[in-house]
């Protein structure tokens, strides 16, 4: 076991165990939080155990966490080796999700990490229920109502963001703010007016490969072959030349041939420590959540800025059809409600969140982590909770798997409006 | 100068297999500046766990060599913070660079990691220049450490082929082919959930990417360098030439002076509370003999707040009670991390002369989860 280690997290406990007037709206500190973060019931996944994924394990370890889930379908290549510092030159091949959780486990007394060698599709909806948060690196995975926090880099830029249904935009809302990584250029221009490198290396492989199949009918091009990538280059030479276009080199037309994206360790760094911020924040509730997309880059200079996006209220995924009215009196409690959205709602547990003065509040929540915390809610008066007519209520029900939350609007009878 | 062709270059080529580690990197930065980080040579004064972070990030990037100095023991609490430290060394007499030294061989063995023992006050322009320094970082020393450290690296210049001991030519043929060359001078620090990065790059030559904007049919193909900036990565490539720039560092000396304008309140709000923390935490290391401020010395900040303002005619609530203890624990992981990334890669800018490195003072306010570049002194 490790040294000092009664006193070894002291310094996350603090974070907890104190008020302060930098704490978030409803947090309240408390000396069983600490153990309660490192019980069974905060499970957290890790989605992707390469440039990110190392470093938000590390942060994530070094943070306290010690139920960790972590997936990712890759094996390791030396190319990794720059920045993903689990990794040595002797695990080259393995799978990445499985060397990290040996790395991990080994470093950091006490942190179980379960690796799954695997694809994010071939797990069931199941597997995700089983996660307080989910923080990736990857753009794939749905909104839900589980926090998801979500970073990407490529390399000197990155960026942060947080994820929570009915709240921030969900990944579908804002898809466009990810410009595409397959370099997608138009047909004419490769065929009639190509102007750079690029356009020669993907008129190659694009058009003349499938046409001329130089290793044999029907054979694909591997990007990982050398001597595929040489056929590529040396038709794009010419046809460079043919245009007056400067001539690609090896290492220019194996990258575009397999999209490979530059990267470099610090980025990852950055990036992945604002996620485990995040969500260590989301487990605890002691801060605040960014609102709720941070940039980087440090391509000149540093600029590190975040910004509050708005959903998109048309968005396919995220988009919902009108609230329902809910009406009642000022005076009725919070149990009211809740009874009503039993009886009348067909719901069991419910769990309520509502916007109040430009903030999200939890009011109740069905869960055994937070409902003792919440108990108080449910006598006080919806006028006592600051409530007003037209104010939304986001409600799940945590006894109905795989539902999405449905959004109400409070109607009081006698109350004022929001 | 520092970009004639013949100065600071790698003496041979990058092997296959260094090509291959490096290549996702050296889509970024291009050969030519992975050549010269590998023929870099970097000092770290003061190896906490911020020393891990940005060390982490230079070894993996493949600078030439890397030397550690301090002397301080290693604590149960450095290895419960960083996986930089041997915890298998836990009850060993050793020393956090000498802790440090195996995972960082382990990161990439072909840099040299070293531990070199001694106090910064024993390091002398001679000892930088026969060990060939390019860089010294000065990681959460104390501000007297600051001002001598970024002084010596001034008073250093190699010039061309003669060794300050008198020993004539060099027969390393690294050195012989410098030519005029100063030492960078970088510190940082984290404190509680912040943390600052600073940079001396006294005059500074360096390569960048400015793009070649197609023409349009019937314009003039010609670029006003001053607007024509690289698009972001992933959007659709373009042509791009190398240009060259300098710019002009001032010293950490006169950034320690900086006085605020309170003419200038309206911006004076705009920058983060934190920039004023650290630069209030080095006026108390300046009262308290080199000691770094902890929880319990909240009062005495404040009153050393309240002085420092009225002294310079600034609103005392510039800086508040709840941020300023929120820059008095010991940081943690997160905030190491973000700080060690900028720091790492300033220093790879600004040792490759590729790319802009930021002039001068970057704070990160972990409250705010925002960095920002002030240019002081």
Known sequence: SSPGTDNRWRHVRRLLERAGPLGGPEFEPDPELFSAIRSDLVQILVVGAGGLGCEMLKDLALSGFV???????????????????????????????????????????????????????????????QFMC?????????????????????????????????????????????????????????????RLPEHCIEFARIMQWPQEWPFGEEVPVD????????????????????????????????????????????????????CVTEVFKAITGCYPLLNNFANFSDIEGVAVNVVPLERNPQCDVCGQPPPKPLTFNSRDSLQTVINQLKSEHGMTRPSLTACVEGRDVTLYMDLSFLRDQLADNLDKSLAELGLLSNTVLNVTDSAQSGMKPVTFVLNLEDGMET | SAMTSSAV??????????????????????????????????????????TGEIAKNLVLAGIRSLTLMDDSPLSADDIDSSFIYDPSLATAATTRAEAALSALHSLNPMVEVSAKSGQPEQLTADLLANEDYDAVLAISQPVEVLQSLGRLCRSVTYDGEVNSNGAGNNSNSDSSAKQRRQVQFFAADCFGCHGYVFLDLQRHEFATELAEVPPKAGQDSSVDPKTAAVPAAGSQPVETHLIKRSADYADFESV??????????????????????????????????????????????????????????LPANLLDEAVLSSGLQPPSCPVLAIVGGVAAQEVIKAVSHKDDPFNNFFVFDGIQSCGSVQTLG
């Open chain 1, 67 to 129: 139920n960790l889930h972590l997936i990712d379908m890759d094996t390791i290549d030396l190319s990794n080796l720059n920045r993903q510092f689990l990794f040595r030159p002797k695990d080259i091949g393995r799978p990445k999700a499985v060397v990290a959780a040996e790395f991990v486990e080994r470093r950091v007394s006490g942190c179980r990490v379960t690796p799954h060698f695997g694809k994010l599709e071939d797990k069931p909806l199941e597997f995700y229920k």
């Open chain 1, 134 to 194: 989910i923080v990736c690196g990857l753009d794939s995975v749905q909104a839900s109502v589980i926090p998801l926090i979500d970073g990407g880099t490529q390399g000197f830029q990155g960026h942060c963001r947080v994820v929570r249904a009915h709240a921030t935009p969900c990944l579908e809302c804002t898809a466009d703010l990810y410009s595409s990584t397959q370099q997608g250029f138009p047909l004419c221009t490769l065929a009639h007016t190509p």
């Open chain 1, 223 to 274: 990007g990982d072959d050398p001597h595929h990538v040489d056929w590529i280059r040396t038709e794009a030479c010419k046809r460079a030349r043919q245009f007056g276009i400067r001539e690609p080199d090896f290492r220019l037309t194996q990258g575009v041939v397999k999209h490979i994206i530059p990267a470099v360790a610090s980025t990852n760094a950055v990036i992945s420590a604002q």
């Open chain 2, 9 to 50: 270059e790698a003496p041979t080529d990058i092997t296959a297999q260094e090509a291959e580690l490096y290549d996702r990197q050296i889509r970024l930065w291009g050969l030519d500046a992975q050549k010269r980080l590998r023929a870099s040579r970097i000092l770290m004064v003061g190896a906490p766990p911020l």
């Open chain 2, 256 to 313: 320690l002076r900086t006085r605020w304008d309170p003419a200038k309140l309206g911006s004076l709000r705009r920058l983060s509370p934190a920039l004023y923390l650290a630069f209030l935490l080095f006026e108390f290391q300046r009262a308290n003999n080199g000691a770094r401020a902890g929880p319990n010395d909240v009062d005495a900040l404040k009153t050393l707040w309240r002085a420092f303002a009225e002294s310079q005619q």
